[in-house]
């Protein structure tokens, strides 16, 4: 059974840092990209940040450039976001997903591509 185990979200002031663990398993971790998402309410899902499974390059949407960092563990099937100076306007449920082919053509972190997605954790930040 594949399962996408997101941790680590939670109530923070701006300019905080918290970081969100994202535990695979049910798959060849290895084989596949694992991006985080997050959506607010009233607004659409945004990629935020992924990796790609056959290089380790990563991609970060422009409102996270410089602030978030995606890394992988591989030998703990995990994938980790650290978000250093939060900001309100992240506040969101933040969900990480596995993509086992990104189509050519589409973004790495285009959500179509992904196929198993975890639960969600929620991400406030208060101003």
């Known amino acids: 059974e594949v399962q996408l185990v997101e941790s680590g979200g939670g109530l923070v002031q701006a300019g905080g840092s918290l970081r969100l663990s994202c535990a695979a398993s049910?798959?060849?971790?290895?084989?596949?990209?694992i991006g985080w998402f997050r959506q607010a309410p009233g607004k659409e899902r945004e990629g935020v940040s992924c990796?790609?499974?056959?290089?380790?390059?990563?991609y970060y949407a422009d409102s996270v450039k410089g602030r978030f960092t995606i890394s992988s563990d591989n030998a703990k099937n995990t994938v980790y976001l650290q978000m250093n100076s939060l900001k309100p306007e992240d506040t969101a449920v933040y969900y990480c997903?596995?993509?086992?082919?990104?189509?050519?053509?589409?973004?790495?972190?285009?959500?179509?591509?992904?196929?198993?997605w975890g639960q969600g954790t929620q991400v406030t930040v208060s101003s």
């Open positions: 049910g798959f060849t971790f290895d084989d596949y990209a």
């Open positions: 997903a596995a993509a086992r082919t990104v189509v050519a053509g589409t973004g790495p972190c285009t959500a179509g591509n992904y196929d198993y």
């Open positions: 990796i790609s499974s056959s290089d380790g390059s990563t």
